[in-house]
């Protein structure tokens, strides 16, 4: 994804934070900590005209919502890998993060390749592809905020929120080794 930015979107390699499990840089493995800071450095300073990138891959999952402010009764999450002992990053922490400060004239632009991710951004509508429509996902009562301050948020998920996100093989590189679906048909 990185090189995909730099060479087919004009975005500058400075401009880029990239988090990994495989990292030997405390601050660039993918905690709970370092991701929700990765967040913030995401939007701090945004102005009109800006365009962001929020690309995750990795687990997430579905569970309980403990606050009242999902249509479904369920938050989703995605999962940093210190998340049994920290916990999961939940929609509504992502949204607070990225989308609320958006200010008018800033895109983000968030794609998830993850598990349960159809609604990982709390995003205040959501596109219905079999009924091709857009729907309400505004909180069921309350005052929930799931709206930016002016930006606007788009959001691709790899499945919906009660859907898992699938690899498979791919036989042109070799029968065992297994590729990202999602990523493969997303970035051509």
Not at 89 to 108: E, F, M, Q, R, Y
Not at 117 to 123: E, I, M, W
Request: charged share 25%.
């Amino acid at each position: 994804m990185r090189e995909f930015l730099i060479l087919n979107c004009g975005f500058k390699e400075e401009n880029i934070l990239v988090l990994t499990d495989q990292e030997i840089e405390p601050e660039l493995i993918p905690t709970k900590k370092n991701i929700l800071e990765s967040l913030e450095w995401l939007v701090k300073g945004c102005q009109a005209g800006d365009s962001l990138v929020f690309y995750f891959s990795g687990h997430g999952v579905s569970q309980p919502d403990f606050d009242g402010d999902e249509r479904d009764g369920f938050s989703e999450t995605i999962c940093p890998v210190d998340f049994m002992t920290e916990g999961m990053i939940v929609d509504n922490d992502i949204n607070s993060a990225i989308v609320w400060p958006l200010k008018n004239g800033v895109t983000l632009h968030a794609i998830v390749d993850a598990c349960h991710s159809g609604t990982v951004l709390d995003l205040e509508h959501v596109y219905n592809r079999q009924e091709n429509k857009w729907e309400d996902n505004s909180p069921p009562y309350g005052n929930a905020r799931k709206h930016s301050d002016g930006g606007l948020a788009i959001s691709l998920s790899a499945c919906l929120d009660n859907q898992v996100a699938a690899d498979t093989t791919k036989p042109q590189i070799s029968a065992s080794k297994p590729f990202d679906v999602y990523k493969e048909h997303l970035i051509l």
